[in-house]
């Protein structure tokens, strides 16, 4: 089975031509190197794909016939994703309550006084 079929097939993608895309662009990679999107998968075989900042690593158990549910995922790939990249992108995302909107313009007088009171409240 392809690569970019067998990702469609276990849900990291909605459709088999992003999963393609990500193959092009160098997310998906086997047994660390970055592969076509028709490389086949075979049992065994150690998958890292990069989706939402996140490496999801992998390891191929079978190949399904066609899309598989959520519930039924776990007997065709065994999840190796370290739960501290989660953590990592969790707080990635709380970071960015700091940043202002693009196309705001600088921050008026009163906004720089605001940004420092909340820079001395966490020191």
């Given at each position: 089975m392809r690569v970019d079929q067998y990702l469609w097939c276990l849900r990291y993608f909605?459709?088999?031509s992003k999963a393609s895309e990500a193959c092009k662009k160098g997310h998906v990679r086997i047994e660390d190197k970055?592969?076509?999107?028709s490389r086949d998968i075979f049992v065994g075989d150690k998958i890292k794909v990069r989706k939402n900042q996140i490496w999801h690593e992998l390891t191929a158990l079978d190949t399904p016939k066609s899309r598989v549910g959520a519930k039924l995922l776990n007997l065709y790939r065994e999840d190796r994703t370290?739960?501290?990249a989660f953590e990592i992108a969790e707080m990635q995302a709380n970071a960015k309550v700091l940043e202002r909107d693009r196309g705001t313009g600088r921050p008026t007088k009163k906004d720089r006084r605001e940004i420092d009171e909340y820079r001395e409240e966490d020191t």
């Amino acid at each position: 089975m392809r690569v970019d079929q067998y990702l469609w097939c276990l849900r990291y993608f909605k459709s088999r031509s992003k999963a393609s895309e990500a193959c092009k662009k160098g997310h998906v990679r086997i047994e660390d190197k970055i592969v076509k999107p028709s490389r086949d998968i075979f049992v065994g075989d150690k998958i890292k794909v990069r989706k939402n900042q996140i490496w999801h690593e992998l390891t191929a158990l079978d190949t399904p016939k066609s899309r598989v549910g959520a519930k039924l995922l776990n007997l065709y790939r065994e999840d190796r994703t370290p739960k501290d990249a989660f953590e990592i992108a969790e707080m990635q995302a709380n970071a960015k309550v700091l940043e202002r909107d693009r196309g705001t313009g600088r921050p008026t007088k009163k906004d720089r006084r605001e940004i420092d009171e909340y820079r001395e409240e966490d020191t």
